[in-house]
């Protein structure tokens, strides 16, 4: 039987070559031995202060780059337009404990030291467990920050089956396989985000190519000259070999050269070529708005119709009419 994966993607930034390299391209090719789901969750990104029409932009470029990208083979939707979530998400609420959300790592560091704190900060693991038991999934891709998250779900679902009956698919949490860790160009001790990370350190998937290239010349190396891939002493350079390996699709092992300057014209001219198709099939997405309406409106009708029995099943189980 098919394994049926989920992945979500929050659009409080723009998507970046780390997301590509570490998240994107490793979905893209499971679509091959696996029924993929992936949704932009903009629900998540209410849980912080937050300007409406940069919201709805994002969301929309961000799943536009993931069809961009090549997961038009898999379910791809927008979370809010399917209301199952929500509604999964407050009878999960209605299972969880106060004090097991409190204790949850993104919570206690999100709301440090902040006098206004959104309730929904507190509660989104309930609907990030939603999320995942309204497919059924059979497993999840996650990185070691969000596993605490995958363990909460795996048990609410497996009390909620133990209080009310056996609704839920228990999911597992896996490590990507072979994903890549794209740093910070700027700090190579930092991992490149699309929300926390350096302007100057971050590539963009829409980044312009002269952009890409004066990034990527600009990059902080390493005290000497020499050129190896050595993460703890030379961490600038080792980024800048593994940027180049994951975008050539060649081992690192076999990079050799000598000198930074030589290194760094390679990467920026690979990263350009990377990003070349994703940016041209955006283009092509983007200049006809009602097909892709069409795509992700469909995509949206056919997680609601996926989800359907699942929900009604957990409402009656709980005791709902």
Excluded: W
Aim: charged letters at 25%.
């Amino acid at each position: 039987m098919t394994k049926r994966v989920f992945t979500a993607f929050k659009p409080t930034g723009h998507l970046t070559l780390g997301n590509l390299l570490g998240a994107i391209m490793p979905a893209v090719r499971l679509q091959d031995e696996a029924d993929c789901v992936y949704a932009v969750a903009d629900l998540h990104a209410l849980t912080i202060k937050h300007d409406p029409e940069q919201l709805r932009a994002r969301t929309r470029e961000a799943a536009t780059l993931l069809l961009a990208c090549g997961l038009d083979r898999s379910l791809v939707y927008i979370q809010s337009q399917v209301p199952a979530h929500t509604e999964l998400a407050y009878l999960l609420e209605s299972t969880a404990h106060f004090g097991e959300m409190r204790r949850m790592i993104q919570f206690r560091e999100k709301s440090a030291g902040q006098e206004e704190v959104r309730l929904s900060l507190l509660t989104y693991p309930a609907l990030m467990a939603a999320d995942i038991l309204l497919h059924r999934v059979d497993v999840v891709p996650v990185g070691e920050d969000q596993r605490q998250h995958v363990e909460l779900t795996r048990d609410l679902a497996l009390r909620f089956n133990r209080l009310y009956g056996e609704v839920f698919t228990v999911p597992e949490a896996v490590q990507p396989r072979v994903a890549a860790r794209v740093m910070d160009l700027s700090d190579p001790t930092s991992k490149m985000g699309k929300s926390d990370g350096s302007a100057a350190g971050t590539v963009y998937l829409l980044d312009r190519p002269d952009d890409i290239r004066r990034k990527v010349m600009r990059a902080v190396t390493d005290s000497g000259t020499e050129v190896r891939h050595d993460p703890v002493a030379k961490p600038g350079v080792s980024n800048l070999l593994a940027l180049l390996a994951a975008c050539s699709d060649r081992p690192i092992e076999s990079l050799s050269y000598g000198s930074y300057g030589a290194l760094k014209r390679d990467v920026a001219e690979a990263v350009v070529e990377r990003l070349r198709p994703v940016q041209e099939r955006y283009t092509e997405l983007s200049a006809d708005q009602a097909e892709l309406s069409r795509l992700l409106s469909g995509g949206a009708a056919l997680a609601t119709r996926r989800t359907a029995g699942l929900l009604a099943a957990a409402r009656q189980a709980i005791g709902l009419p």
